[in-house]
């Protein structure tokens, strides 16, 4: 297994704040008006090449690269303090997050919060999957690793397993597509390796069913709403289908409809890590907003996070 390099951790990031921020226009859209106005591929050549705004998906992303930055693995209480400090309400968090966010800020019980969240239950919602990415390429290759670290990434805002599965399954999915780059991607072997880490039935049943089908069939019976298990193995298959072409996976997974920003937040991290920023047309990441925590910021922290992970390599050379 040869080291990732800083195309991989710039990829990663930048591929899932780019796809976060396409696909924030369209969300919440039906994927028949997606259709009707776009279609999602000429969505992505976004023509008109004015800025565009990532969404909480990003900014959450962030603290879980900030973490790893600083102190080299997850810290639940840590990390939740960081989701309180970058917090910005415009960016589109989802009811529960805020108030959970919004406990972290003022001191309270956020951990009581988490657990009791949706009618108590905890939420099984795709937050933690659409920030863990990164996290999978700076653990690679000890998956183990990655399913523990994932697991505490999830932890602030996601107690129900099916929340804390989908994470798990992302970051895996970031470290086998990063792996596998400068090879030609086996998809049944990608999602058989996928299947093995799956703790849950509805993932379990969903990965089987994918290793059933063909490529680029109908993304329906995965979903496309918030719930984690409606989600994210849409915008895996969405990767795996189009393992080398960035675009068609962001296209694909926008022209789903629903939680546009981030099912292209997933794929496109997925995808980034394994075509790389090199791998990402110029022009979109040039669109994506440069304000201070923006591209240039969004670049020099995946620099960051590289140079981090090869000082975590055993003969390390830089």
Sequence with gaps: MSRLT??????????????????SAWEGMPADMIYSMGPADRIVEHAARDPI??????????????????????DKYSLAKRFAENYHPDRGYGQGARRIINAI????????????????????????????????LFFYPNFDEIVIQAELSAAPTHCHEIGVDGGRLVAIA??????????????????????????????????????????????????????AHRSVMTSILCFVDSPDDYVATIARAIGQGNDVDTLAAMAGAISGARVGLSGIPDYLVDCL?????????????AEDLWLAYQSNQPNRTL
């Design 53 to 74: 705004y990532y969404t909480d998906d990003t900014q959450m992303t962030i603290s879980v690269v900030q973490e790893l930055v600083e102190r080299k693995c997850i």
């Design 105 to 136: 800020g003022f001191g309270e019980d956020w951990e009581a919060i988490a657990r009791n969240i949706f009618n108590g239950d905890g939420s099984l919602g795709n937050g933690a999957a659409m920030r863990v990415a990164p996290l999978g």
């Design 174 to 227: 970031a470290a086998l597509s990063a792996g596998s780059s400068g090879s030609k991607l086996d998809r049944t072997s990608f999602l058989q390796k996928l299947l093995t880490f799956a703790k849950t039935e509805e993932f379990q049943w969903q990965i089987e069913h994918a290793l059933q089908i063909s490529p680029f069939q109908t993304l329906i019976a995965f979903g496309n709403s918030l719930e």
């Design 6 to 23: 800083l195309d991989h951790f710039q990829g990663v990031i930048l591929g899932l704040a780019v796809g976060d921020a396409i696909g």
């Design 289 to 301: 907003e440069d304000n201070h925590k923006g591209k240039t910021f969004l670049l020099d922290l």
